[in-house]
């Protein structure tokens, strides 16, 4: 690709610490990668040789999904661990797993883990380059990222675009990653729900904070519904799940506070009828199932870029 950036062997720990232009470079990429997905053929040679690890502390379906398949549609040798079917029962520290998996001589390792900074913890113990999925709650970026590029598909920029994030904030990586990357492209952020679930430092991430999810909607471009985390949360955060649905979830009538052209957003997987209705998961504003199609193109360019650098996407073997 014609580009002076690169991030050929960079770790990618977060949006927070990336740069506007390195976004922009895995959004472009990712772009050539969605058309790869549609042809008939999708195999290419391009990461041939290349071996990388799935290493998964916490359960996923998406994200796990989407690198495997990212990894095989371009060619390189894709394993999965989880941790039930690991060392990790017998006892094994992390640092340990990760060092194991680096003797045998892997390129990648994208690693979902359930505390906070255990992806930077790994990008400082080995070397292979490491892809955080998702720690604790703290960043996603590949999250973040695709939810970027279904935005700009059908937005064509970020820029000026009024994007309202709802629900669970505080226990929320994907909220986290998305801020970043949308403030860094020039969106202008509402977040809204609940009080307690609410941090409070989000207004130093550059957003405007509301109680009432309506103010949040009010003339919105984007609506993100985020998933109610009920394996992080403590009990007493909200009241209770039809309560919650009744105040803070997106239901029909809400989604009319905002442009009637505004698109409607989910992570997954859904808790239908208490974060979203189901009218609004499979209505006409949804890009629900486009995000799961995307994020597949975005993990393509992720690993193409940090495993092979700006080589041309087709002879790059």
């Known amino acids: 690709m014609k580009t002076g950036i690169s991030i050929r062997d960079k770790d990618i720990l977060g949006l927070e610490t990336m740069t506007a232009e390195e976004i922009q470079l895995i959004l472009s990429t990712a772009r050539e ?5 549609a042809r008939d053929i999708k195999k290419l040679p391009t990461l041939r040789g290349k071996s990388v690890i799935n290493l998964f502390f916490e359960p996923s379906t998406r994200t796990r999904t989407s690198f495997e398949l990212a990894g095989k549609y371009l060619g390189a040798d894709v394993v999965n661990i989880t941790t039930s079917a690991s060392s990790v029962v017998k006892g094994e520290s992390l640092r340990d797993t990760l060092l194991t998996v680096e003797a045998m001589g892997v390129d990648a390792i994208v690693m979902r883990h359930e505390a906070e900074g255990a992806a930077h913890f790994a990008a400082k113990a080995v070397s292979p380059v490491i892809i955080n999925a998702g720690d604790g709650a703290h960043e996603h970026p590949t999250q973040g990222l695709l939810d970027l590029f279904t935005i700009l598909e059908k937005k064509k920029t970020a820029a000026g675009l009024k994007v309202a994030i709802l629900g669970d904030i505080l226990h ?59 394996e992080r949360q403590h009990k007493g955060l909200f009241p209770s799940a039809r309560e919650y649905a009744r105040i803070f979830g997106l239901n029909a009538a809400r989604l009319k506070l905002a442009k009637p052209d505004a698109l409607v957003l989910h992570p997954g997987p859904m808790n239908r009828g208490l974060e979203i209705a189901p009218d609004v998961a499979y ?21 193409f870029l940090t495993l092979m650098g700006g080589k041309n996407i087709e002879n790059a073997n």
Do not use: C, F, Y
Not at 289 to 303: C, F, H, S, T, Y
């Open 283 to 303: 209505g006409d504003q949804s890009t629900i199932q486009e995000q799961v199609k995307n994020g597949v193109a975005i993990r393509m360019a992720i690993l």
């Open 33 to 37: 990668m969605k058309n790869v997905i």
């Open 172 to 230: 929320s990586r994907v909220a986290r990653s998305n801020i970043w990357g949308l403030r860094k492209l020039g969106a202008e952020v509402h977040i809204a729900g609940p009080a307690t679930l609410l941090p409070r430092d989000m207004e130093q991430m550059g957003v405007t904070v509301h109680h009432r999810v309506e103010d949040a909607l009010a003339e919105a471009d984007v609506v993100n519904v985020l998933r109610i985390q009920k």
